[in-house]
C-alpha cells in the first residue's frame, strides 16, 4: 500500500505549551483538512514549546497547491491553517521560556517520508513560506532544499541571535528586541513584529531530535559539554546540539540527529555519559522528542485505514 503513496510530514514548532485554550485552537485549525492528520505532539511546558508531526499523502505538482487551488495539498493546507490561528491565539511579547525561539511559529520542516524527493517536499515548503509571508505578513526564511543555496538552519538562527538568551536566568522573554533584522528574509516584510517574530521554513531529510538531562547547575560547564558532543565542535558527526536549562538543577544537551546512520540517539547517550563522568556529573535517559520514521509512517497507515473504514 505505501510503495504505491507519495507521503510527506511536516514538523511544526510552536512556542507555547503553557495556554491550552491556544493549542486547542491550533488543533481545530488542523483538523480543517483530516487528510493531514497530526500524529504525534510533543509538548515541554518548561521550555514552553509544543511540536506538531503531521503526514499527509502529496500532490504531484505541490508548487501548483495554493489555497484557492482546485487540488491543494492537504499538509500544506493545515500547516498554513495552524501558522494562522498560532498567530492568533498567542503573543509572543507574553512568552517566556527555557528554549530559544525566533518567533511565535518558531520552525517548520518538509520531510520525504515515501515515494517523495527533498525536492518534492522543498516546493510545498516554498509555497508554503510565500503564502506566510504575503497573506500574514510575517518575515519567513528559508533553509535547506526549500533555499535556493542550501542555506543550513543553523546559520539563519546564528545570524538572528537565536542561541543567545536575554534573561539572567536563561530564559527567552518577551518579543524581539528590534524590529530590524540582520537577515533578509526570503518572503514577507523585512522586519520582525514584537507578537509574531518571524518564522523559518525548510525542507531536509528526515531529522531526529533527542535530548539528554545532566543533572547540574553549571550552564558553562555542559555548554562546553555539549560543544563536545556536536559536529561542529569536533564531536559526533552530523550532530548538532546546545545546553538549554530544564527545571531546577538539571540542564539538558538537546540535538539535533541530521544523519542516524552516522550518530544516533544511542551515541549520543553514550558520548554524554562519558563527558559527565569525566566532570564528576550524572546524565541521566535521554529521550526522542518525536516518533521514529517508521512508527510515524506505521501510525499514519492506521489512521487512514481507520478513517477509511468509517466513511
Not at 504525534?40 to 495554493?66: A, C, H, I, Q, W
Not at 516554498?126 to 504575503?134: F, I
Not at 558553562?220 to 530544564?246: E, I, N, Y
Amino acid at each position: 500500500m505505501l510503495k504505491q503513496m507519495v507521503v510527506g510530514c511536516c514538523k511544526v514548532y510552536i512556542s507555547e505549551s503553557r495556554n491550552k485554550a491556544a493549542l486547542e485552537a491550533i488543533e481545530r485549525a488542523a483538523k480543517l483538512f483530516p487528510e493531514a492528520p497530526i500524529i504525534n505532539k510533543f509538548e515541554d511546558p518548561t521550555y514552553n514549546r509544543v511540536g506538531y508531526t503531521l503526514v499527509s499523502k502529496l500532490g504531484p505538482n505541490p508548487s501548483s497547491s495554493s489555497s484557492s487551488s482546485s487540488s491543494p495539498c492537504p499538509l500544506r493546507g493545515a500547516v498554513f491553517e495552524m501558522v494562522k490561528a498560532a498567530f492568533a491565539a498567542i503573543d509572543l511579547e507574553k512568552h517566556r521560556g527555557t528554549h530559544p525561539r525566533l518567533g511565535v511559529v518558531d520552525h517548520i520542516c518538509f520531510h520525504p517520508l515515501s515515494g517523495a524527493s527533498v525536492d518534492h517536499v522543498a516546493r510545498t515548503a516554498k509555497s508554503l513560506a510565500a503564502d506566510v509571508g504575503s497573506r500574514l505578513q510575517v518575515a519567513t526564511f528559508l533553509y535547506g532544499a526549500a533555499h535556493s543555496a542550501g542555506r543550513t538552519l543553523d546559520s539563519i538562527r546564528r545570524g538572528l541571535g537565536y542561541f543567545k538568551p536575554n534573561s539572567d536566568d536563561n530564559q527567552w522573554i518577551g518579543g524581539p528586541h528590534s524590529e530590524t533584522l540582520e537577515l533578509n528574509p526570503d518572503e514577507g516584510p523585512p522586519r520582525a513584529l514584537q507578537k509574531k517574530g518571524v518564522v523559518v521554513v525548510g525542507a531536509t531529510p528526515w531529522v531526529d531530535n533527542y535530548n539528554v538531562p545532566i543533572f547540574s547547575n553549571d550552564m558553562d560547564l555542559v555548554r562546553r559539554m555539549a560543544k563536545k558532543v556536536s559536529a561542529r565542535g569536533g564531536g559526533l558527526p552530523s550532530v548538532q546540539s546546545m545546553a538549554l536549562a530544564h527545571g531546577k538543577g538539571i540542564i539538558e544537551v538537546a540535538c539535533n540527529l541530521l544523519d542516524t546512520t552516522k550518530a544516533g540517539g544511542i551515541e549520543v547517550q553514550r558520548e554524554v555519559e562519558r563527558l559527565a563522568k569525566q566532570e564528576g556529573m550524572e546524565a541521566g535517559e535521554g529521550y526522542y522528542t518525536d516518533l521514529s520514521r517508521a512508527k510515524i509512517i506505521e501510525t499514519y497507515l492506521q489512521m487512514m485505514t481507520a478513517r477509511d473504514s468509517s466513511q
